[in-house]
């Protein structure tokens, strides 16, 4: 069972292509500040959303996979900045939780409903930090 949102894109453009312009647009600016922020962080489409770097992970099944180590996605309800990396043994989405703004967060997810509502100057430090420490969650 995928936890992910299904989606019939097969690649990053299909995935921005299928979604309504409200979604499109704020992710696409996501992505830009990803890659112009990390151009090391190469881009994949990974687990039905576009991925940004990726590293080795051991599920919960001891099952070894490649996973993105930042991600974004449009869920129903908001959508998602995934950002899979630590900073002295914390997740760095909890660690700077109250400096991204009127957002919610959860270990590696950031969930937001407008992009106005996130610090972006926090969110490029936590892309920083995660290209330079990327895989360890």
């Not at 704020?26 to 990974?46: G, V």
């Amino acid at each position: 069972m995928n936890m992910f949102k299904p989606v019939d894109a097969k690649s990053i453009e299909e995935y921005f292509e299928s979604l309504p312009e409200s979604r499109r647009e704020p992710l696409e600016f996501i992505q830009t500040l990803i890659l112009d922020t990390a151009p090391e962080l190469s881009p994949n489409f990974i687990y039905n959303m576009p991925g940004y770097g990726k590293f080795q992970y051991t599920n919960s099944k001891k099952k070894v996979l490649d996973w993105p180590v930042i991600a974004i996605a449009s869920q129903k309800n908001y959508m998602s900045i995934y950002i899979c990396a630590l900073e002295d043994k914390e997740y760095i989405a909890e660690k700077y939780k109250d400096a991204l703004g009127k957002v919610s967060v959860g270990k590696s997810c950031i969930r937001f409903k407008k992009l106005e509502n996130l610090n972006l100057d926090t969110l490029k430090k936590l892309i920083q930090i995660a290209a330079q420490s990327p895989g360890l969650c």
